[in-house]
């Protein structure tokens, strides 16, 4: 088991003051802090390495693009894919998932078809369908959410996922309620009606183990800030056979084989979905990042997150009038809540007066928050390097919060 303390230790940005207090942060649903060998390999990269890949035959050409590939390589082991071929840089999920969108829902939808999403969308998980059904004629349709408890209504998964429906795309892990869904059941009953499957692992990239094949998904995104890497890099899973039949996503440099003045012909996959200079920098943080996770293994980061929001939840439960979100029992690793009196944006304002950096507001589940009456929540999340102690200081803070607002 990993030395949960010394962890703290490997990210430079933990050891700081805010507000006179040690900063607790508790927004790692929102974005991680970096380890130190990922903030290093990023000057390194650019101190020795840096030169545009897949173009020059020079050393250091060579030494990035060497580097860039290596990262896609050891992108695809830690997820399990069959081969580097069906990782495709990007982003992050929001580009990883309207990449999908543009490209094989628009060749594969029509009128009739039936896009199914659940209620927990993240809108980076439902906006791009929305523009999609626009563009092809196809339908929306949702999987309901059970309620404050935060679970996807599988008795209605019969009555919601008819021959129809053509692509079912779901969140690994809500990013509000802390749920994590059945991915695996949820890809195998897609199957069987021959509905191709998108799993949004934006919240569970970094914070659990992640098999592709072994969760028989087609499309897999998630985002390298979210599990340590540096900011604007993410990547697209696509099951090969797929990536192979799709159109490109954008034109440009780097993606053909041959351009006429009038027509193009393509690369295969990743080079055909990564027009122009590709990202190749912080790509190679991403592949750090993973042997960063991989170093403290990702089942014990799941245990250990985990158990830290069970804590979270079940400290925070003895606060008057505070309303708790998502499971009572197997939940990620974030804790969501609110109370009626006092206005989300009032806590996290307040809880920073303490150093402790938290979330208020839709966290971009609006239509979620309608359904459940609410208009914003205050959420904690954890990763690697937070403790119990700061889960202590969260809720004496959350008390002075409400103690001040009650006017006792
Ligand atoms: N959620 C949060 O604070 P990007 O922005 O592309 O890296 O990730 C988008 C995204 C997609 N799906 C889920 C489930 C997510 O949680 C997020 C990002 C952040 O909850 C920012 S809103």
């Not at 088991?1 to 507000?19: C, G, I, S, T, Y």
């Not at 303490?354 to 309608?370: K, T, V």
Request: glycine residues 10%.
């Amino acid at each position: 088991m990993p030395d949960w303390k010394k962890v703290r230790d490997d990210f430079p940005a933990l050891h700081q003051q805010v507000n006179g207090k040690p900063l607790v942060y508790l927004d790692n649903a929102a974005t991680t802090q970096r380890p130190r060998i990922v903030i290093d390999a990023l000057s390194r990269f650019y101190e020795r390495d840096n030169a545009n890949v897949h173009r020059g035959l020079h050393a250091l050409s060579m030494r990035a693009t060497d580097a860039f590939e290596g990262a896609r390589a050891r992108v695809a082991k830690f997820i399990n894919a069959a081969a580097p071929e069906e990782i495709i840089f990007t982003r992050g999920t929001t580009e990883s998932i309207n990449l999908v969108a543009n490209t094989w829902a628009v060749a594969n939808l029509k009128k009739g078809d039936v896009i199914l999403l659940t209620e927990m969308e993240h809108h980076s998980n439902l906006v791009p369908w929305q523009l999609a059904a626009q563009r092809t004629g196809a339908q929306l349709r949702y999987l309901p959410v059970t309620g404050d408890e935060g679970l996807l209504d599988l008795s209605q998964l019969d009555r919601v996922l008819t021959p129809e429906v053509k692509l079912f795309a779901f969140t690994h892990m809500s990013n509000t309620l802390g749920t994590i869904n059945p991915a695996a059941e949820l890809c195998a009953r897609a199957k069987k009606v021959g509905a191709v499957t998108v799993i949004d692992g934006a919240q569970s990239i970094g914070h659990m183990p992640v098999d592709v094949r072994a969760l028989g998904c087609d499309f897999y995104a998630f985002s390298g800030h979210k599990m340590g890497a540096s900011t604007g890099i993410g990547a697209l899973y696509g099951r090969r056979a797929l990536l192979d039949a799709m159109p490109p996503y954008q034109g440009g440099g780097g993606m053909i084989t041959n351009v006429e003045f009038f027509e193009s012909r393509w690369k295969p996959s990743p080079e055909r979905f990564e027009a122009g200079t590709p990202n190749f920098a912080d790509a190679v943080t991403l592949g750090l990042a993973c042997d960063y996770l991989d170093g403290l293994g990702r089942a014990e980061i799941a245990r250990h997150d985990g158990q830290l929001a069970q804590l979270a939840y079940e400290k925070l439960s003895t606060l008057p009038g505070i309303r708790l979100l998502g499971p009572k029992s197997g939940r990620g690793g974030l804790v969501s809540f609110a109370f009626n009196e006092v206005h989300a944006h009032d806590i996290v304002t307040f809880a920073d007066e303490d150093g402790i950096a938290l979330r208020g507001g839709h966290h971009c589940n609006q239509p979620l928050m309608r359904k459940l009456g609410l208009t914003g929540t205050t959420r904690a999340s954890f990763y690697v390097y937070n403790t119990e102690a700061e889960i202590d200081a969260l809720v004496a803070s959350l008390r002075r919060i409400l103690k001040f607002f009650s006017g006792n």
